[in-house]
């Protein structure tokens, strides 16, 4: 899901992606129940979803979902900033191939039911621009077309031509940081589950 702001009365530009990582309408658990960024879906899928009352109450009684949900507000503001570094300083192919690996990875899919129309929209640049930088792409043997998906054939290539800003977002935590994190997401993933009496399946 692409969250856009607002550039005038008919257009809006992306400035960070959300995925299987991330959640829409955070800001409510800093108790803000407005905003002017809107959201575009990008990639269907399925989602959970939380009312503010019960969002408050779970946080009252959840100390840990307040931790978790401040730590991805905060990464939402890294991820903004760095977009909007990545805009003045990078080149659209940089940029491009920040994206493809993004929506990748936030969406843990091989192959991206993505339209350079949408890819255009979510850079801020014109079609032909976008159908310039992907034809690069494809010509080095990235990626390829299959009945209106994108797949990535050689993300090594990718993440090299991505510019600093992919890894600056991805926040990357070594081994014991991302074991903590688990333990800890799936700690309070039970006790939400077990606060609703919502029944936890796992995958
Ligand atoms: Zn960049």
Not at 1 to 25: C, F, I, Q
Not at 41 to 68: C, K, T, Y
Not at 123 to 129: C, D, E, M, N, S
Not at 142 to 153: A, M, V
Request: proline share 1%; with cysteine; charged share 25%.
């Amino acid at each position: 899901m692409s969250v856009l702001a607002k550039t005038d009365e008919h257009n809006a530009a992306e400035v960070w992606l959300v995925g299987r990582e991330g959640a829409v309408g955070s800001a409510a658990a800093l108790g803000i129940r407005t905003s002017t960024l809107s959201h575009f879906v990008q990639i269907g899928g399925s989602a959970l979803r939380i009312g503010v009352q019960d969002l408050n109450r779970a946080m009252s009684e959840i100390p840990s979902l307040r931790a978790v949900l401040h730590g991805y507000l905060h990464s939402t503001l890294v991820q903004s900033s760095q977009s909007a570094a990545c805009s003045l300083r990078h080149s659209l192919l940089q940029r491009l191939a920040r994206w493809l690996l993004t929506a990748q990875d936030r969406s843990d899919m091989d192959a991206l039911p993505i339209t350079q129309d949408l890819l255009a929209r979510s850079l801020g640049v014109r079609r032909p621009t976008v159908s310039e930088a992907f034809r690069v792409l494809e010509h080095r043997g990235i990626f390829g077309r299959e009945r209106g998906l994108i797949r990535i054939l050689d993300r090594g290539s990718l993440e090299q031509i991505a510019c600093h800003c992919y890894r600056a977002m991805c926040l990357r935590r070594d081994r014991r940081e991302r074991a903590e994190m688990r333990r800890r997401l799936l700690f309070t993933l039970s006790a939400l589950c077990a606060l609703f009496e919502i029944e936890l399946f796992a995958q």
